[in-house]
Nanobody, 125 residues
């Protein structure tokens, strides 16, 4: 049974940093596309970042570009999201997702096959 478990969320002041982790179990995702999405209160889920099998291949949503960094540790079957210069508008539930495939753009949530339960990030002003 495949599981994605996010951790690292919490309450932080504006300008602060958090690092989210997504630990996968049940299969390895070393050659798969993995992404982060978020859902702000009262809004739809939105794309945050994606990393492909080639760890140099990453993309980010416009609102987080230059502040967030996605990375992966294949030995640990874990994906990370380093979030710096956090803003109140970054407040959301953050979800990790994984594709069965190693190929895909990864910008749309329907591309993904597995999802974590989400972790809350709250940024105070």
């Amino acid at each position: 049974q495949v599981q994605l478990v996010e951790s690292g969320g919490g309450l932080v002041q504006a300008g602060g940093s958090l690092r989210l982790s997504c630990a996968a179990s049940g299969r390895t995702f070393n050659n798969n596309v993995m992404g982060w999405f978020r859902q702000p209160p009262g809004k739809e889920r939105e794309f945050v970042a994606v990393i492909r099998w080639n760890r140099d291949s990453t993309n980010y949503g416009n609102s987080v570009k230059g502040r967030f960094t996605i990375s992966r540790d294949n030995a640990k079957n874990t994906v990370y999201l380093q979030m710096n210069s956090l803003k109140p508008e970054d407040t959301a539930v953050y979800y990790c997702a994984a594709m069965k495939s190693g190929y895909g753009l990864g910008y749309r949530d329907y591309e993904y096959d597995y999802w974590g339960q989400g972790t809350q990030v709250t940024v105070s002003s």
